[in-house]
């Protein structure tokens, strides 16, 4: 089939692109490729169990191998590797995010003219170990505290009192949150990406802007003009969307439960004359 080739050629092509950068991430770090072939065996028979199956049968060894390419042998070895886990990564992360949030938009812990209050470390009303209790369940306020001020997001003044110092969390340079940030807007991106080729599925809202011959001189202006607007939009939706969120407001009524939002990134790189 003609038009199947010409589809398959396109993926390759577009594999070759995902891969690229992520196999720079992966040597960089030491990891191999005998790891990651392990780990794509593994993600192809996991996936072809979870979303490959014949409704009401139970997935066979036999049509896995079959669907994946791979020996009976080799699935049943595969299906035996440890799943790779970042909890722990992830939940760091998402509390400390959670607790920015929080600050920049909670009236309880805004001033007057509706910017993050400076706050007493404990024992007032209005407090950071307040804030942690509201916004990052039952984590030690001093333990985000710490990774806090490590990375910079916020510090501590000769008073004692917590200030907040920049619009986001983000992690150190060096910190396993920014590989977990890594698999989960990829992973996203990726995602939205099937979603708007299949045709029967309403497009999700998917556009870059891009130009490729552009001198060095204008791009510190067009990075700080990227970075003011994209962080102006997100924190009103934001706004918007922890108003609908049950964790933060559990009066909010409805059906079901979806994760949604909205990923903004900037890129920046030499122009390839081959292209």
């Known amino acids: 089939n003609p038009m199947k080739t010409d589809k398959h050629h ?16 992966l040597l960089r770090n ?25 409704s ?30 970042d909890r722990e990564s992830a939940e760091s992360y998402n509390r400390a995010s959670r607790v920015i949030s929080g600050w920049r938009r909670d ?29 990052s369940g039952d984590m030690p306020f001093r333990a985000v505290l710490d990774e806090l ?20 969390y983000l992690p150190a340079r060096d910190d396993g949150m920014k590989i977990h940030i890594l698999g989960t807007d990829v992973s996203s991106l990726i995602t939205t990406i099937d979603h708007n080729l299949q045709a029967n599925q309403t497009p999700f809202f998917q556009r870059k802007v891009k130009y490729d011959n552009l001198p060095e001189e204008i ?6 003009m990227s970075a003011e607007s994209a962080q102006g939009l997100l924190e009103k939706l934001d706004r918007w969307l922890s108003r609908h969120d049950r964790d933060v407001n559990p009066s909010v009524k409805g059906t079901g439960r979806r994760t949604a939002g909205l990923g903004i990134y900037y890129f920046e790189e030499p122009t390839d004359q081959k292209d």
Not at 11 to 24: E, T
Not at 63 to 85: A, C, N, Y
Request: glycine residues 8%.
């Open 56 to 85: 009401g049968r139970k997935q066979s060894i036999s049509r896995v191998s079959v669907i994946t390419g791979l020996t009976r042998k080799e699935v049943m070895r595969v299906r035996r590797l440890p799943q790779p886990d």
């Open 107 to 135: 009236p309880h812990f805004l001033d007057a003219e509706g910017n993050p209050s400076v706050l007493a470390a404990t024992g007032e009303e209005r407090s950071f170990s307040e804030l942690v209790r509201r916004y």
């Open 10 to 25: 396109l993926l390759y092509s577009a594999l070759v692109r995902i891969l690229r950068p992520l196999i720079r991430i």
């Open 219 to 224: 791009l510190p202006r067009f990075r700080e």
């Open 30 to 54: 030491g990891i191999s490729y005998g790891t990651f072939a392990d780990f794509a065996k593994w993600l192809f028979v996991d996936v072809a169990e979870r979303e490959f199956g014949i």
């Open 149 to 168: 001020v490590r990375v910079g997001t916020v510090e501590i003044d000769a008073a004692g009192r917590v200030r907040l110092r920049a619009r986001a």
